[in-house]
């Protein structure tokens, strides 16, 4: 009835009609935000990867295990966080593309090959990304430890550390305060440490998750923090650790380690 | 477009404002002087909606005219400042806001000091080395960071208003042809031509 | 646009051992545009409390003139010095007022409070924009960055710390997250409040 609803005046029912006719919309929202924070830090000879557990939707918690931080290789660890079902096809897809790989070369896709490979993934979705921030942490061909993080449709860095999530607000300021020492002027005649040891990386992952559980609704219940050490680097720092497995799976290069903790619930 | 620049320097503020009055996209009038002497010591530079930039300058004028008149003394820059600024404020939260924004420079003849606050339509205001208003602002600001010195004589003070009108006339889309420009300092207002 | 976030600003208040801190920086913007690097969004009330007012710059300037009116007269009255806690209860009935049209600042307290026995006691204090009172033990944020400052502070702030320490500390929380904030920074200034003195000290920032 165009003519007719041209005579009317817009949004007003007619007088003998039920009802309007108008236009309708109707619309499918294929992404959700799933809360969580991830973060990595690089050393001299090791990298180390975490984020928590926790998986939400809004205001509800879904589950309070539901790990973000996956083990690609003996020398790779990658974090996924935004939407987890994205999160979890991603990883999957990735690790598909270095079992090919594996299959063609005979050994494992080195980290800077790792990285440049999710970039083209990720921007191979430009038009439907992934709704995802990625952290790529692990071990370089040089066996210098490496932290590369992603933007949703591939942009990537290599970095020193980085945070990323619902509290990345919370933590990457700490970070660059204490990992890049950002206003902090060394004693005269000194310098900063352009790395820092092990132990106190850790310390640095634990105080930042627990700042950022105190403060954020989204992020709590679990840790999971991944250390990648360097072929030949000392395990000295991990021993006594409370809780750490082993999950290397090659024999003579590097090596992976899973830490958990608990997280406030609240 | 309407712009406005003030700035300090060494017993001196300097303001210089555009002269058009325009509405819309047509120029109504090229010689319209939009700084105003508010005392023997006191500039205004007004700027913003047609209507209430004259009728809250002319307000201002009368108020602190008659603040002389009856104590016999003029307030000084910062006290003129402050009650300008407040009856733009309170103005803000009344039926009718004006929409007007400030440049208000005086000396401070007791204290021997030029002074300089920008001033927004909200009651936002700030004592400043140099301020601006309008779309000039965002190329003027920019050349005084580099080039403002508090303790430049009036001649350097006005080289670099120079400097930011040349900017603005090759910057800016539509720029404005015609400044008038103002000093005050311990002699008093006077009108410059540059 | 949120009126909020019109001109930028953040503050910070930290509890010490007998003592109190309190920061800010010293931003004023028009939105992305930056105006001054000298705009002060903290006050003094009396010797011991210090009031900083992040938020509309407007209304920064209109709340310190109407809070210093309401303190004078309330000294004048009960011819005595008004305490933090009062003070505190001051500026939520003052924002509550104008529940419906509200002032757009986020207000944070910190000062020293006498206790019977003649000692000083430390106390902060936050409210929302229309005076929802926050008495926190450890410290309170307002203003743009107040998300990074929650996270700094949370990491690097510990229980008594002596003045010097807690000046080290809330100019650490301060600098580093205003340095995340595009609204925030252009220089900071610090007010450590002690029971015989006060210290204030303007920090040297990012320009950017």
Redesign the interface.
Known sequence: MPAMLSTQPHGLPHPHMQTEQGPQQRQFNPYTENGGTILAIAGKDFSVIAGDTRQSEGYSIQTRYAPKVFRLTDRAVLAVNGFAADGNMFVKKVRQRLEWYRHAHAKDMPLRAIARLIQTMLYARRFFPYYVYNILGGIEEDGSGAVYSFDPVGSYEREACRAAGA?Q??????L???IYF???TPAPGTSHPTHLPLPTVLKLVI??F???T??HIEVGDGLEIYVVLAKGASTQALEGIRGIQETTVTNDGERVFIIQRELKKD | METSFALTGKGYVIIASDTTAARSIVKMKIDEDKVKALGPHLLMAHSGEPGDTLQFAEYVERNIRLYNIRHNYSLSPSAAASWVRRSLAESLRSRHPYSVNLLLGGYDVPAKEPHLYWIDYLGTMSEVPFGAHGYGSYFALSLLDRYHNPDASLEEGIATLKRCIDEVAKRLIVSPSKYTVKVVDKDGVREIEV | MSIMEYNGGSVIAMVGKECVAIASDLRLGNQALGISSNFQKIFPVTDRIYLGLPGLATDVTTLQELFRFRVNMYTIKEEREIQPETFAHLVSSTLYERRFGPYFIEPVIAGLSQTPSGGFKPFIAATDLIGCLNFAKDFVVAGTASSKLFGVAEGLWEPDLEPEDLFETISQTLMNAVDRDAYSGWGCVVHVITKDKIITRTLKGRMD
């Open positions: 509290a607000s919370l933590v990457q300021p700490f660059d305060n204490q950002k206003n902090q105080d930042s627990t700042g950022a105190e403060r």
